[in-house]
């Protein structure tokens, strides 16, 4: 139990804005070390419930902000480590080999679930994202993905906890030669990788709101938007492609499609600079529901169309099955569900996706695969807290997915941190928080990465494999003979 909670404490560590991202290695060595020591089903259930509670409930901590949400959600996902270490202790009897293969396989086999369930997963706290931070750990992702990552880092710490539990063999070596294996691979494509160059100005207008981190007044969307305008008003004709956050627009009074005002205001400052614009709003419907958007001008100042956001956030965006929570009082800060996009959707070679999208890589892979040259990730962390974490990892997560897919990221946010990644997750210079500044970079041309191609076929793969070697007959042989 005391491995189990030092482990998860570890590897909150690893992540940012703590690190080194390494230490996440440490951290899962431990849960697995104690897995692997657990004599029964039900010491094996407790210890992935000590770990996950203790890490997700940190990782996560500034989800107190929406109090019913953290309530649920921690124990939730805590719940998947829980039923993985009930089931793997119960295969602490088979050989080395079969059970590194169980626990590498098993692991991928619960991320894939957690993923999508419930209400389209959750993919936060995957373990390969604490490597974001320097570029010999984040850039094997270009070939296998974060996911590809996860289960590396899980497969060096099941190979821990086979040395120190003494049960080691062929397996041993056999699982250390793949990791080489992969990130001598990484290493050979980045190489070939590396001359990347950026050759387009973008520019992201943080805007941010009138009461950053608080209740605002009831016409904080029209003050918001018109301190984006004023900022833009303030570029030259070189600002390039132009970038609003999230939330820079939107509500009855400050929507550009309809209000025709903000859509007029927005259109003369594209035309003034020459420029394409990408701004993030929301659109009343109906006394039910919502549209989260892009909405894309061209030079001319016109609206040539938009990206609607895929994935809202439950509980925050909409309210899943919502006859069944009416009941709770601070739901009632969610009175309309968001209507969900069809697919990606892109303009040139820009690509979009928004907020809580960009901490999944199937999004991103998406937009990528339908040709999107750069992606931008527009986002609003408002709710959260200038002490809060939440910016500092989710720029980590849009890090892996510009080395996954070979592209730079433009990181906009409302109130920030907004940020321009290269291709390799360099990050540059980046806004404060709250605070209203107009950042300038570049970004650049096309660059294939394995990744694109084949996805995350390897977690897919593993966790077949320890499916396989799950319904295979246990044999106790000498472990030595793995």
């Keep these: 139990m005391a491995l ?7 590897s909150v560590l690893a992540f940012p804005p703590y690190g080194p991202g390494w230490l996440v290695l440490i951290g899962v060595a431990l849960l697995m070390t104690a897995l692997r020591g657990a004599g029964t089903r039900t010491l094996g259930l407790a210890v992935g419930a000590i770990y996950g509670l203790v890490f997700f409930g940190w990782l996560m901590w500034w989800l107190v902000e929406l109090e019913v949400i953290a309530l649920a959600l921690v124990p939730l996902q805590a719940a998947f480590l829980a039923a993985y270490g009930w089931w793997l202790t119960g295969h602490n009897h088979r050989s080395p080999g079969a059970w590194l293969t169980l626990a590498v396989g098993g692991w991928g086999f619960m991320e894939l679930i957690r993923y999508y369930v419930p209400f389209g997963g959750l993919e936060w706290g ?8 320097h570029i010999w750990t984040r ?10 990552l996860t289960l590396t880092v899980v497969l060096i710490g099941a190979l821990v906890a086979q040395l120190v539990s003494r049960k080691t063999g062929r397996a041993t070596l056999i699982g250390g030669m793949a990791v080489v294996v992969v990130l001598a691979g990484s290493l050979g494509w980045w190489a070939s990788a590396a001359a990347f160059a950026f050759v387009q100005p973008a520019t992201i207008v943080q805007g941010s709101t009138p009461c950053p981190f608080e209740d605002c007044p009831p016409d904080e969307r029209l003050s918001t938007f018109q301190q984006h305008l004023a900022l833009t008003q303030s570029l030259d004709s070189d600002a390039g492609l132009v970038v609003w956050a999230e939330g820079s627009t939107g509500s009855i009074n400050a929507d550009p499609v309809n209000n025709p005002e903000i859509g007029k205001a927005i259109s003369e400052q594209a035309q003034r600079l020459g420029s394409r614009f990408v701004v993030g709003g929301d659109r009343v419907v109906s006394d039910t529901e919502w549209i989260n958007a892009n909405v894309y001008f061209d030079v001319d100042g016109n609206i040539v169309g938009e990206y609607r956001k895929q994935h809202p956030v439950p509980f925050g965006e909409y309210i899943p099955l919502r006859p069944l929570f009416d009941w709770i009082p601070a739901l009632d800060q969610v009175p309309r569900d968001m209507i969900r996009g069809d697919g990606p959707v892109l303009f040139g070679e820009i690509g979009s996706i928004i907020s809580f999208e960009g901490g999944f890589s199937r999004y991103a892979l998406g937009v990528r695969r339908e040709g999107a040259n750069v992606i931008i990730v527009n986002t609003n962390e408002a709710s959260y807290g200038p002490d809060a974490p939440t910016a500092e990892q989710f720029i980590g997560m849009t890090r892996m997915r510009a080395v996954e897919l070979g592209v730079p990221v433009i990181h906009a946010a409302v109130t920030g941190k907004s940020v321009f990644v290269e291709s390799d997750g360099t990050l540059g210079e980046s806004t404060g928080l709250g605070t209203a500044e107009i950042l300038k970079g570049e970004y650049g041309a096309e660059l294939a990465t394995p990744y694109t191609v084949i996805g995350d076929i390897g977690m897919y793969l593993a966790a077949l494999a320890a499916v396989v070697m799950w319904l295979v007959p246990s044999h106790h042989r000498s472990t030595e003979e793995e």
């Excluded at 189990?4 to 570890?10: I, P």
């Design 4 to 10: 189990a909670a030092g482990g998860a404490v570890v």
């Design 126 to 133: 995957a373990v390969g994202y604490a490597l974001s931070d």
């Design 139 to 148: 850039f094997p992702a270009a070939v296998v993905g974060t996911s590809g």
